[in-house]
């Protein structure tokens, strides 16, 4: 996101923060490491007078995290940064909130295409769909609070692509994936670049509002796993543990179970009408991801990736004998 | 601004049956990975194909289904086939949707309820061949949005789990659900008439109890389980099927208001319930054997 950014001259300062070091190089970014809930954002936005926050570190996939962190991280976390955003005389013109389509949940109640304002069919079960219903409603309010400040809440479909490891990707990658015997509900991806592309458009465009992100189209479960080249293996529909076998067997996290049996499906006109166009539709999206797979396989690891030196990066960013380009 | 790397492409919401890929204007075009033609509403014409070549024998030989006014059902634009609704295991859905699209070689979306969805395989092969859970705006997305042909029977799971002893008296037409939903997409409603649907699975009586076990809508002891044993389920009597297609009746009122006049759309779902019993039983007059016809 940040190298993207970093090409638009017209913006002066890119700040970064995270809880990890950034895995690719920066060329004019700077970055500052924030503890998992962003305590420290109210100082930083203070201290920078920034004037457009990037939402992107919510957690949308359970897999191997606590609840309690995923409350920590979607919850808190959002709540401090838009208390800074939000403190008086704050310099934040525009914030851009990265959500997920997981809202919207999946049951056999749903309609076909959920639009931006079509509500859940069944109340929210899984913690991660709570943490960023609440997440979101936190937004809302800090929406309606502040009437001069632009806000823009994004929800991303399932991610795919090249490089992102999501729960999805994790399981198309081994020669088993699972699935719920009888069941084989579409689904909608959206590619990585896309993701990207979609935050750019509504930042540099300082378009407020609520939009799906989603490529064009869906493609049933088995499809996606046979254009991956993955087995399904079929699991009982009906379970007596409390948890499902799925769970455990694949490690994947709990809110996929749903959407193995029943998909989704979302409305992404309303992005369109703003003049968004997506490069990928959402078989485009497994494509994307499968080549990148294959070409892994064929020929290994890719070469070792960037690491964040804090030093070496200091030294780039500030020291007066720094004269050329950084290159990496 | 404009984003430096994006491609102009002509993205527009696709009305196709199967969605037509968008060009990504990427470099390195990716090709296209679709391996099956499921639609976004999981039906896949292929599947479809197959399903139509396994049942056109129930529907010439066994059935030997018969239909008036078939020329009333338009070539294209969406509309809103709403029929009577009869048989424990009602033959009426798939012998109307196959005729339709044997007929006029266009799709037909079954409206049906979402509890299909919950079955393992059925609710998978029910998606497939077509089916679509009953959602308003289901409806509306096929019939305004996609110009499709949807069929919905109003009764609901009362049509088929009544008795025997009430058959051809049509039940109460939903709370009109279906007159707002036409008139919000602004498509005609175009009524079918089915006769022997009645006499190809008669329902004797219920078991409740067994329903509310097994979790279904409803359990009927009908009278192919009592002849046929379990295959019952399966078999249906092969009762002459005669569906008469009446005039299509249109509503001049703007679409896409936010509401109807609830009196309104309770006379015209009255007005539609009362052309289709009127056929009924004129159809039964005209018919002389449950068997031939």
Redesign the interface.
């Known amino acids: 996101m940040i190298q993207a950014l970093e090409?638009?001259p017209?913006l002066e300062m890119i700040l970064g923060m995270g809880a990890h070091a950034p895995s690719v190089p920066f060329e004019r970014a700077e970055f500052v490491r924030a503890d998992q809930n962003y305590s420290i954002v109210n100082r930083i936005v203070k201290a920078t007078q920034v004037d457009t926050i990037l939402h992107t570190f919510m957690v949308t996939n359970s897999a191997g995290i606590s609840n309690r962190r995923v409350h920590e991280i979607n919850v808190i976390g959002t709540m401090n940064l838009l208390a800074a955003a939000g403190a008086s005389g704050s310099s934040v013109r525009h914030i851009v909130v990265k959500s997920s389509t997981l809202v919207y949940g999946s049951s056999?109640?749903d309609?076909?295409?959920f639009g931006e304002d079509?509500p859940r069919s069944a109340p929210a079960t899984h913690s991660i769909e709570r943490a960023l219903l609440e997440a979101e409603s936190l937004v809302r309010d800090f929406a309606e609070d502040n009437p001069g400040t632009l806000v823009t809440v994004l929800r991303f479909a399932n991610v795919l692509g090249p490089h992102l490891t999501t729960a999805i990707s994790a399981s198309l990658s081994r020669p088993l994936c699972p699935s719920?015997?009888?069941?084989?509900p579409?689904l909608q991806f959206v590619e990585e670049d896309d993701v990207v592309?979609a935050l750019?458009?509504v930042t540099?465009?300082g378009i407020p509002g609520l939009y799906n992100v989603a490529g064009?189209?869906?493609?049933?479960w088995?499809?996606v796993a046979?254009?991956c080249g993955t087995r399904l293996v079929p699991l009982s529909?009906y379970s007596p543990l409390k948890i499902h076998p799925l769970v455990r067997l694949f490690d994947l996290p709990p809110e996929l179970e749903d959407l193995l049996r029943?998909g989704r499906?979302v409305d992404t006109?309303r992005l369109?009408a703003t003049g968004f166009?997506?490069?990928?539709?959402s078989?485009?999206a497994?494509?994307?991801f499968?080549?990148a797979k294959r070409l892994r396989r064929a020929a290994g690891r890719t070469p070792a990736s960037y690491t964040y030196e804090y030093d070496v990066e200091q030294f780039f960013a500030h020291s007066p004998s720094v004269t050329g380009p950084a290159g990496t | 601004m404009t984003d430096r790397r994006s491609a102009r492409t002509d993205e527009k919401p696709s009305t196709a049956v199967v969605p037509i890929r968008v060009p990504c204007g990427r470099d390195d075009a990716l090709e296209d990975p679709r391996l099956s033609d499921v639609d976004e509403w999981g039906r896949s014409e292929r599947f479809r194909a197959l399903a139509r070549s396994l049942y056109e024998p129930v529907y010439s030989k066994w059935f030997r289904v018969r239909w008036e006014g078939l020329e009333k059902i338009p070539d294209e634009g969406g509309a809103l086939l709403v029929a009577n609704h009869a048989g424990a295991i009602p033959s009426d859905a798939p012998v109307i949707m196959h005729g339709i699209e044997k007929e006029l070689g266009r799709p037909v979306y079954g409206l049906a309820d979402y509890f299909f969805r919950t079955i393992p395989v059925v609710g998978t092969l029910w998606a497939r061949g077509g089916g679509v859970s009953a959602r308003p705006a289901n409806a509306y997305r096929l019939l305004r949005e996609q110009g499709q042909l949807v069929l919905d029977f109003p009764e609901g799971t009362k049509g088929p789990s009544k008795s025997f002893t009430d058959r051809y008296q049509l039940r109460r037409f939903g709370r009109g659900g279906f007159v707002e939903i036409a008139m919000r997409a602004g498509v005609p409603i175009i009524p079918i008439a089915v006769t022997g649907s009645e006499e190809a699975m008669p329902v004797l009586f219920r078991l409740p109890a067994v329903a509310k076990v097994l979790g279904l809508p409803y359990f009927p002891v009908t009278a192919n389980l009592l002849a046929l044993g379990p295959l019952g389920l399966l078999v249906p009597f092969p009762a002459k099927f005669t569906l008469r297609v009446l005039d299509p009746v249109s509503f001049d009122v703007p679409p896409d208001q936010e509401r109807y006049s609830k009196s309104r759309v309770m006379d015209e779902a009255e007005r539609i319930r009362a052309l289709i019993q009127e056929s009924v039983y004129d159809m039964l007059r005209a018919r002389r054997s449950v068997w031939f016809g």
């Open positions: 090409t638009d017209n056999a109640r309609p076909n295409t079509t719920v015997f009888g069941f084989d579409l592309r750019l458009h540099r465009g064009e189209g869906r493609l049933p088995s499809e046979g254009i529909p029943y499906g006109r369109a166009m997506y490069r990928a539709t078989a485009g497994v494509e994307s499968i080549r």
